[in-house]
């Protein structure tokens, strides 16, 4: 079994910065797919981004591009995804994908992961 523990919830003024977390337990393999998504009630979970966990190559979405980053710690299999200048846009819930299903869906952005985490709430407000 693979499990991905999710925190880093909170609430932040616009243009403020916020820092999720994704422990990834269990055998996911020695090289996988990573993924970030968000849901907003109502809506269509999208991606935010994905990489790889060899770091061979990430994709992001145009409207968090060049505000957002990701990194990891590999020897504790972390992965954080550093967001910066949000926007209220921003604000939904954020859930954490580990495991490729289909690499043509994954590096198009589509949720075609195996593993996620519980969702962690961002909030963005004045």
């Known amino acids: 079994q693979v499990q991905l523990v999710e925190s880093g919830a909170g609430s932040v003024q616009p243009g403020g910065s916020l820092r999720l977390s994704c422990v990834v337990s269990?055998?996911?393999?020695?090289?996988?797919?990573v993924g970030w998504f968000r849901q907003v009630p109502g809506k269509e979970r999208e991606g935010v981004v994905v990489t790889h966990n060899s770091n061979i190559t990430t994709t992001w979405a145009r409207s968090v591009e060049g505000r957002f980053t990701v990194f990891q710690d590999t020897a504790k299999k972390t992965f954080f995804l550093q967001m910066n200048r949000l926007k209220p846009g921003d604000t939904a819930m954020y859930y954490c994908a580990a495991v490729c299903r289909y690499i043509a869906g994954c590096l198009a952005l589509r949720p075609d992961f195996v593993y996620w985490g519980q969702g962690t709430q961002v909030t963005v407000a004045s």
């Open positions: 269990g055998d996911a393999g020695e090289w996988y797919y």
